[in-house]
């Protein structure tokens, strides 16, 4: 079965600085792999996905994560924080064989300091 | 163009009722998958539906129930609400039933069981 654990419940970072959220998944096979944004109120947004390829894959926002398959980690990064990063970050796998299926983290919520 | 809509946006409900949660895909959008996120949680799978057929159900009581039309609006049911039953009910879309097609979620619907 899939798993994804995301251990950073909390982050606070000031504005400017960067960022790394970290994820660990659990997965037999090669996974399909991504990242979404919550915002208060609203849906989920993806902010970038890992199929195959390079590895490492560049999304909106100025996003971009780095999958490592020795590690089973796809950890999100951003060079420079800005007062509206703040908000709530998942990360979740998918698989060929499960459609449209994702298993998400437990969440890593942002908090940014002027 | 419109988003994935979801309604009602929030509803209050009494233990032991039935609701009824509405989704609208994006146009020229087949599938549609159903979560729920309870409160401090990652987004949990429920139902996958494609061309009005079940492909995908996560770990649910049979209290929930779904079903696609033919214009791929989707419902999702739950009978004899509990009080666990209290979450944030997340509708998404996608082209396709694969995970490489991406999923846009809608904003939600807050169910809250008293």
């Known amino acids: 079965a899939q798993s994804v654990t995301q251990p950073d419940i909390h982050i606070t970072v000031s504005e400017g600085a960067s960022l790394e959220l970290r994820c660990n998944y659990s997965?037999?096979?090669?996974?399909?792999l991504f990242w979404y944004v919550q915002s208060p109120g609203q849906g989920l947004q993806l902010l970038l996905k890992y199929f195959s390829g390079d590895t490492l894959v560049q999304g909106i926002k100025g996003f971009e994560a780095e999958f490592k398959r020795s590690q089973s980690s796809f950890n999100l990064r951003k060079p420079s924080v800005h007062w509206s990063d703040a908000a709530e970050y998942f990360c979740?796998?998918?698989?060929?064989?499960?459609?449209?299926?994702?298993?998400f983290g437990g969440g890593t919520r942002v908090l940014v300091k002027p | 163009d419109a988003g994935v809509t979801q309604s009602p946006t929030h509803l209050i409900k009494t233990r032991g009722q039935h609701v009824t949660l509405r989704c609208s895909p994006i146009s020229g959008h087949k599938s549609v998958s159903w979560y729920q996120q309870v409160l401090g949680q990652g987004p949990q799978f429920i139902f996958q539906y494609y061309e009005k057929e079940e492909r995908g159900r996560g770990n649910f009581p049979d209290r929930f129930s779904a079903r696609q039309f033919p214009n791929y609006s989707s419902e999702l049911n739950v009978n004899a609400l509990l009080l666990g039953d209290s979450a944030l009910y997340l509708c998404?879309?996608?082209?396709?039933?694969?995970?490489?097609?991406?999923?846009?979620f809608g904003p939600g619907t807050r169910l809250t069981v008293t």
């Open positions: 979740a796998v998918g698989a060929y064989a499960a459609g449209n299926k994702l298993t």
């Open positions: 998404a879309s996608s082209f396709a039933e694969i995970a490489t097609y991406e999923q846009y």
């Open positions: 997965y037999g096979a090669t996974p399909y």
